[in-house]
């Protein structure tokens, strides 16, 4: 089989707590900037890399409980994140299950979507910071 | 050095002392819940294995 799947278990953490069960989505863009290198004589567009401008959204329940969603994010508002890990599950980490970092990024927004008649949810965007996978 | 113990599943098995990596924001944990400071130290009633002042030769 070419793909991977994930049924439930990917892992996501913010610093060492384990965010994962009120996890539904994550989605990671790993970006570097692209800065056009041409000069007299060129004749295409060339690039060279930039900075990386990474950014992660995920999805989550909100929920207000103890240690839960919101006791997570509510005073990371306005912060840099040290650390936020995701990963395609919890067995150790190595080439096919490789772990991603992104270190430094910050989280701009929180906001809860309240709707009738479904659960309360919020997306978050960690943006900028840089990210790297580890295999080992 | 300030000892946790972690009280939340989220960091890992309740109960059992968080190490702290360099990373670790040790405020934010606290105000979530997650840990929780602790003064445990070694119980008064536990006893050495060894008395550092036992004879270790039968000879004499």
């Not at chain 1, 539904?24 to 800065?35: H, M, P």
């Not at chain 2, 113990?5 to 670790?24: L, M």
Request: aromatic fraction near 8%; include cysteine.
């Amino acid at each position: 089989m070419a793909t991977s799947t994930y049924l439930s278990n990917p892992i996501v953490k913010i610093g060492a707590v384990d965010i994962s069960d009120q996890c539904t989505a994550a989605t990671l863009s790993q970006t570097t900037q692209e800065l056009q290198a041409n000069a007299f004589g060129s004749s295409a567009v060339a690039y060279v890399a930039g900075l990386q401008n990474n950014s992660l959204t995920i999805d989550l329940y909100w929920s207000t409980a103890a240690s839960e969603t919101y006791a997570t994010f509510k005073s990371l508002v306005g912060t840099v994140i040290a650390t936020i890990t995701i990963q395609g599950s919890s067995a150790a980490t190595s080439a096919t299950n490789p772990l991603g970092t992104l270190t430094g990024s910050f989280m701009p927004t929180l906001s809860p979507v309240y709707t009738l008649g479904a659960l309360t949810t919020c997306s978050i965007t960690f943006m900028g910071g840089t990210f790297a996978w580890s295999e080992a | 050095m300030d000892r946790y113990v972690i009280t939340s599943s989220r960091v890992g098995e309740i109960g059992t002392a968080f190490v702290a990596s360099p990373s670790d924001d040790i405020a934010w944990l606290l105000a979530g819940g997650f840990i929780q400071r602790s003064d445990t130290h070694p119980s008064k009633g536990a006893k050495l294995a060894i008395k550092p002042d036992a004879p270790t030769s039968k000879k004499d």
